[in-house]
């Protein structure tokens, strides 16, 4: 049984910034690709970031470029978002996702498991 647990989201003003924090457990977690992905009301589950199983591939979608970084510890079985310059329209529940086979993918069909996601609230 794979379990994610995601910390590190809260309230913040415009820009402003956040790290989000993805924990691993039940399997080995440098087998795994991982992505984050929000959640806002009303609206469908969107990609933000994925990371390959070794770090060395990341993608992003258009709108957090050069805003939010992906990233990973193996040794620590977590995977980061680092979110910076932040906007009202971040606002969202986001979660973390892992992939068996890898590879990052920006489709959440994809994915094998996921957290509960947490809340980021961006005011303005």
């Known amino acids: 049984q794979v379990q994610l647990v995601e910390s590190g989201g809260g309230l913040v003003q415009a820009g402003g910034s956040l790290r989000l924090s993805c924990a691993v457990s039940?399997?080995?977690?440098?087998?795994?690709?991982m992505g984050w992905f929000r959640q806002a009301p009303g609206k469908e589950r969107d990609f933000v970031a994925a990371i390959s199983r070794s770090g060395g591939s990341t993608l992003y979608t258009d709108s957090v470029k050069g805003r939010f970084t992906i990233s990973r510890d193996n040794a620590k079985n977590t995977v980061y978002l680092q979110m910076n310059s932040l906007v009202p329209e971040d606002t969202a529940v986001y979660y973390c996702a892992a992939e068996r086979t890898g590879a990052p993918y920006t489709n959440p069909a994809a994915y094998d498991y996921w957290g509960q996601g947490t809340q980021v609230t961006v005011s303005s």
């Open positions: 039940g399997r080995t977690f440098s087998i795994y690709a």
